[in-house]
């Protein structure tokens, strides 16, 4: 079974900064796509930024160029540098990965148990 932890969440200031890194327990050379999801109380888990084999990334609308994800294969991580902190980005943020198959209907996805992030104003 594929182990997803995440790591970096903490309580932070309006304005200031956070690195959040998800350490996968096997090798993710094979792996498509990863990334990010959070989820606040009351509110649907929501895409924060995902990253392909490839390298290529895709963000949610509201990062605004203040989050860079990045994939090390070497070390198996997956890192989401958060720039500019705010209080709306207050949500437990969850590790996600996607092991992909021939056929697609094979793919297995897999999830972190997710990181507070916390900021205040």
């Known amino acids: 079974q594929v182990q997803l932890v995440e790591s970096g969440g903490a309580l932070v200031q309006a304005g200031g900064s956070l690195t959040l890194s998800c350490a996968v327990s096997?090798?993710?050379?094979?792996?498509?796509?990863m990334g990010w999801y959070r989820q606040s109380p009351g509110t649907q888990r929501e895409l924060v930024a995902t990253?392909?084999?490839?390298?290529?990334?895709n963000y949610g609308g509201f990062v605004k160029g203040r989050f860079t994800i990045s994939r090390d294969n070497p070390r198996n991580t997956v890192d989401l540098q958060m720039n500019n902190l705010k209080p709306d980005d207050t949500a437990v943020y969850y590790c996600?990965?996607?092991?992909?198959?021939?056929?697609?209907?094979?793919?297995?996805?897999?999830w972190g148990l997710g990181t507070q992030v916390t900021v205040s104003s």
């Open positions: 996600y990965a996607k092991m992909e198959a021939l056929s697609p209907k094979y793919d297995r996805e897999f």
């Open positions: 990253v392909s084999r490839y390298g290529s990334s």
């Open positions: 096997r090798s993710i050379s094979n792996f498509g796509t």
